[in-house]
């Protein structure tokens, strides 16, 4: 079964840079979607952005455009979440998500999901 594994997190200062690299054990044939979601205490996961199988980069959050950007390595089974000026309400546990079928804004469609990795910036 298809897994995924997040890594990347820590702390960075606020205006900083940091990429978060999301391992898949293998990717399946047909359509799918890989989103990067992220959830802060105390509130709702929330959708970022998504890279479909055809390498459609879309949006879901506006308050990451212009700064955060999804980009994959299929030959590694690798999609990367590049965050630039990072601000202190980016702070949360990041997860990268599979599902089976093209990007969706919606967090319950996703049917895979890795175990998250905390993001803090702060001075």
């Known amino acids: 079964q298809l897994q995924l594994v997040e890594s990347g997190g820590g702390l960075v200062q606020p205006g900083g840079s940091l990429t978060l690299s999301c391992a898949a054990s293998g990717y399946p044939s047909g359509d799918y979607g890989i989103g990067w979601f992220r959830q802060a205490p105390g509130k709702e996961r929330e959708g970022l952005i998504c890279?479909?199988?055809?390498?459609?980069?879309?949006y879901y959050a506006d308050s990451v455009k212009g700064r955060f950007t999804i980009s994959s390595d299929n030959a590694k089974n690798m999609v990367y979440l590049r965050m630039n000026s990072l601000k202190p309400e980016d702070t949360a546990v990041y997860y990268c998500a599979f599902r089976w079928a093209n990007c969706s804004p919606r967090a319950e469609s996703y049917n895979i999901w890795g175990q998250g990795t905390q993001v803090t910036v702060s001075s």
């Open positions: 890279i479909s199988r055809y390498d459609d980069n879309i």
